[in-house]
Structure formats: C-alpha cells, structure tokens
C-alpha cells in the first residue's frame, strides 16, 4: 500500500534552473556536481536496473532516500528485483532523457528492523511510503555510488563522469 507523497516532484517546467532550454553550453564539471546533488536531495524516484545470473536485465521505478552518502530503497525481498539487488550491484537512474544522472553501485541488502529507526522514518516521511508496515516481506537495499555520470546532451558526454570509484571528481 502506497500512501499520499508529502514532497511531489517538481514538473519538468518547475526545474527550469536546473535545465534551462535555451542555454545550449556545456556545463562545468562543479555546475553537474551541484545539479547532481540537487537532484538526489530532492527527486523522490529512480529507475533501479538490475540483472539476474544469467544476465537478464530488469527495470522499476522505486523510491529512494539520499543521505549524501548512499541512496536507500526498499522493495519485497523475494521479487525480481529484491533478488538481483541482492548479488551486491545496481545502476540507478534520474531525470528524464536530457538531464540524466547515472549511478552505478554497489548494493548492501539490510532485513527490514535492520535499519536504525530514524532512517527508516526519513525514508517513509521523504517517499510516503513505509516498508515496514507491510505483511509481505520487504528488504532494504543501500546503494552505494562507485560511478555517478551527468549529462544533457551529447555537448556534455565527453566529461560526464563525475564520480570514480567512490570519490567525487575535482
């Protein structure tokens, strides 16, 4: 069960500061940074992809908590997904098609009482959804970023690394 979400992503025409349509340049490294954390701290949901053994590839919108550190999602521990989260890597992605931020990471699955309490009520108070009231179970999964890239257009591509191996890039 999904309840109300207090904080609604803003319409893509509400991120005009961050996406301005008529400036064509290429941001600098420090303004993808800035962009980047702005929208970890303030978008709601991702596109999680993961894969299987065998290689087949999976795709869902989830919920995330950013603590400026990892990102924190939950899903039910015995689904598709909850299952590939569970060999210890992800990509993540934000934004739409011309303002992407990609993260690859490495996953680190916690039980559901794992989490200490507080965490657990900025994940349900931020997404409007609470794992832990749920009947079915449900893991934790925290990604931490070892890769994240930014770009809008193919202008931006050639520098749209911006963290390696876990370490912000100057």
């Known amino acids: ?5 207090p904080h ?16 064509r340049r290429p941001r600098t490294r420090a303004r ?15 596109w999680v992809a993961s894969a299987d053994p065998d290689g087949t590839p999976h795709l869902v919108p ?15 521990a015995h689904s598709p997904t909850g299952r590939n989260l ?4 992800a990509r993540v992605g934000l934004g739409h098609t011309r303002d992407v ?10 039980d ?3 989490l200490p309490t507080d965490r657990g009520d900025r994940f349900a108070t931020r997404t409007g959804f609470d794992p832990r009231t749920l009947t ?12 994240i890239q930014a770009w809008r257009e193919v202008n931006e591509m050639t520098d749209r690394t911006l963290m390696r191996d876990g370490a912000w890039l100057d």
Do not use: K
């Not at 989830?62 to 039910?76: N, V």
């Open 1 to 5: 069960m999904r309840l109300p979400r």
């Open 8 to 23: 609604r992503q803003p319409h893509p025409h509400q991120r005009a500061a961050l996406n301005p349509p008529d400036d």
């Open 32 to 46: 993808r940074r800035q962009d980047t954390t702005h929208r970890l701290d303030h978008d709601i949901d991702c």
């Open 62 to 76: 989830l919920s995330f908590d950013w603590d400026g550190h990892t990102l924190l999602l939950a899903t039910a």
């Open 86 to 89: 569970a060999t210890g890597r």
């Open 101 to 110: 931020v990609m993260i690859d990471g490495d996953v680190e699955t916690l």
């Open 112 to 114: 559901i009482h794992a």
């Open 136 to 147: 079915e179970p449900y893991h934790w999964y925290r990604i931490r970023p070892r890769r």
